[in-house]
Structures are given as C-alpha cells and as structure tokens.
C-alpha cells in the first residue's frame, strides 16, 4: 500500500481530542443507565408520533410534513404500484437506499434494499455517489425545490440519472363544470394554506427548469392527465380516474387535516364536512376535473 503523501497529510482536519467524561468506571451500571436513556431517547424521537384529531404523524421533525403516517395513509400510498422494495426485487444487483421521515417501510425487505429515517432536506450523509435518484409525489412536502434538485445533482455520479415525479395541484375541466363546486373549493383552501405554510403544491411543471439549473442535461419531460373519476368515456383514462378517486377517497382528508387545522385554525368538524363534499364532488359524473402529472428525468454530464 503506498504511503500517503505529505500533501494529502495536509488535507486532512486535525484530529482534536475529545474529552472523556469520567464520572464513570467500566463496572460503574450507571453506564448502561446512560447509554439507554439516549439510545431510549433517539428511538422515541422518531416513533412516538404525534397523534391528532383521529390521525398520526410522524415524530422525527415533528411538523415539518403535513400528512399522516398511519396505516389508512399508508393504504392510500401503496395504490401506486412502485416502491423501492418492487426495485430492489427486480434488479438485485442493485443496492437501493429508501429515504422518509417515517419509520413506516415494511419490515420484510430484499437484502438488497435499505431505509434510512433522515430529512432529506437536511444535509446528505453518504459519501458514495448514486447512479440513480428517484423522488415522487413531493407536492406539499418540500419547500425549496431548486435545492433538493441541487443537492441530487451533487450526489449523482457523473453520467447518472434522476427523475422527480409530481403533480401539478391547479386542477382544471375542460368545459367549466368545476366551477363553484366544492372540489373546487377544496384545492382553493388546501393549495392557498400550503402555499401560505411555505410549501411548493405543485412542482410538476417547474420540475424541467429546475432540472436545467442544476446542471442536468438530456432532460426528459413526459407530461399525463389524470382525471378525477370514472367520467371519461376513453377506457386507460376511466381507469385512471378509478385509481385517482380511490387516492382522493381517503387523501382528501389526508391532504387538508393538519394544514386546515394547524395552519388557518378550522375545526376538524369543518374539514369533514368540506371532505364529504369533495368525494361527492369527485364521483359526480357531471364533475369533470382533471390534474396533470409530470414524470422528469435528466443526466448528469460524464
Ligand atoms: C405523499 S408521500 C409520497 C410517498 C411515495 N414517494 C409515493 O410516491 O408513494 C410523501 C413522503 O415523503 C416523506 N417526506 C416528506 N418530507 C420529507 C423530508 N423532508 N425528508 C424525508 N422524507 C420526507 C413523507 O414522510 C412521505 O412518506
């Protein structure tokens, strides 16, 4: 092995020596007593979840994600057939590192897959760069954008990939008939108070630009229409609404409780009643909303 030069020598920090508590001896059990009260305490910071007018939310940066983390949410999630667990399955030679702030992934995982329970808005930790980045359906999570987009870039490796996912939360119909409806009035409420709270509701069509500023290149943009219910007379687009009225059914309340209650003080009582509203709305064949969705991938030069 060569001996390491002077010049990295250089480079490197100076070790500074960290002081001992000695109040302990090595038999002394108060050790152990200490050891897991913080250990006890790490765990508890990220498992005991806040609990809230009927839903739970996560406790590691208690109140920076304003949707639920319970098995009703975790339903909802797992209508979207993708996961970095499918992933892992289908190329095992891969090894896939899954990020969230809850500690809600399965615990039956390919060897091949890990979670780790971080903020991915924090600084990232692994020194490896990734071939691969992939984060979707972060509308209403994060609230710089165009940094999470650099700091992906940063971690890629040269001539790697990533590809963000995500809405556009401004819903539309082509002839008029959301106009006055509830559901209209919903997306009104819940985008103008997560905007307010600082969040970017709907990243989908600026997702390219930021792309492009962080450097990407070969950027790729697929744009989809999602309708809201079985209204379609087109058979894919039926079932797509299906799919879509099934999320909405139990995201609805997911999407607007915590943001309507925390952020603009309405009681639980009021937001049920503009959810019960919304899902009629939704399955209303006279109601014709539609939602783009937007798939982006780009490279990062070799
Ligand atoms: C709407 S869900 C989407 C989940 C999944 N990507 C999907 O498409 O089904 C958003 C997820 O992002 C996680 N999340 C939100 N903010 C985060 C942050 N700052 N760091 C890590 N995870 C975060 C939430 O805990 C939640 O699981």
Do not use: C
């Not at 008029?176 to 509830?182: A, E, F, V």
């Not at 697929?222 to 219910?229: A, D, H, L, R, S």
């Amino acid at each position: 092995m060569a001996e390491p030069t002077g010049a990295a020598q250089e480079d490197v920090a100076p070790r500074v020596e960290i002081e001992v508590d000695t109040q302990f001896s090595e038999s002394d059990s108060a050790y152990g007593d200490e050891l897991s009260s913080y250990t006890a305490s790490l765990t508890s910071s990220v498992l005991n979840f806040r609990n809230e007018n009927g839903r739970s939310y996560h406790a590691y940066r208690d109140g920076t994600y304003l949707f639920p983390n319970d098995e009703e949410e975790k339903d909802r999630l797992d209508l979207i057939p993708d996961s970095p667990g499918l992933l892992a399955d289908m190329i095992t030679y891969l090894v896939v590192l899954g990020i969230d702030l809850s500690p809600i992934q399965p615990s039956q995982v390919p060897p091949n897959l890990k979670f780790l329970i971080d903020d991915f808005e924090d600084e990232w930790i692994e020194d490896d760069k990734f071939d691969f980045i992939h984060a979707r359906y972060l509308a209403g999570s994060v609230k710089d954008f165009p940094k999470l987009l650099r700091k992906a870039y940063e971690h890629t490796a040269p001539g790697g990939w990533v590809e963000f996912q995500d809405w556009d939360a401004a819903m539309y119909s082509h002839d008029g008939s959301i106009k006055g409806t509830s559901i209209e009035q919903f997306y009104r409420e819940v985008v103008g108070s997560f905007t307010r709270a600082g969040y970017i509701v709907s990243p989908g069509p600026k997702l390219e630009g930021w792309f492009r500023d962080a450097g990407f290149v070969d950027v790729h943009v697929q744009k989809y229409q999602v309708p809201m219910g079985t209204w379609p007379k087109d058979k894919h687009l039926k079932r797509l609404g299906a799919w879509n009225y099934l999320s909405g059914e139990s995201g609805f309340e997911a999407t607007a409780l915590a943001v309507l209650t925390r952020h603009e003080k309405w009681t639980k009582d009021e937001v049920s009643i503009l959810v019960a509203k919304t899902k009629n709305d939704a399955i209303n064949p006279n109601i014709h909303a539609v939602f783009d969705y937007y798939v982006v991938y780009g490279r990062k030069p070799e």
